[in-house]
Nanobody, 120 residues
Framework: QVQLVESGGGLVQAGGSLRLSCAAS????????MGWYRQAPGNLRILVAT???????NYVDSVKGRFTISRDNAKNTVYLQMNSLKPEDTAVYYC??????????????WGQGTQVTVSS
């Protein structure tokens, strides 16, 4: 099994910054893509940003130029630097990883979520 633990959420004023971290642990053989999703109350969970093991990134249009995803493959950790935060960025942010375990089974894993609240 693979566990994902997020940290770094909180309350920030509009225009401020936060940095989310997500560390993967467990019986990891390899991790392909890692990413961040978010879900606001009453809304569906949507993709925010993803990054491959090779460093290729993808962002939802609404965060381009403000958010930066990065990862440390040696630490099995993915980060999301969020700048110029807006009230509409308020949501629970979830980390996700497509990982292969030592049993050579590949599947998607999810973290428990961390709350980000941006006040106006």
């Amino acid at each position: 099994q693979v566990q994902l633990v997020e940290s770094g959420g909180g309350l920030v004023q509009a225009g401020g910054s936060l940095r989310l971290s997500c560390a993967a642990s467990g019986s990891i053989f390899s991790i392909n893509s890692m990413g961040w999703y978010r879900q606001a109350p009453g809304n569906l969970r949507i993709l925010v940003a993803t990054i491959t093991s090779g460093g290729n990134t993808n962002y939802v249009d609404s965060v381009k130029g403000r958010f930066t995803i990065s990862r440390d493959n040696a630490k099995n950790t993915v980060y999301l630097q969020m700048n110029s935060l807006k009230p509409e960025d308020t949501a629970v942010y979830y980390c996700a990883a497509n990982a292969m375990t030592s049993s050579l089974i590949r599947r998607d894993y999810w973290g428990q979520g961390t709350q980000v609240t941006v006040s106006s």
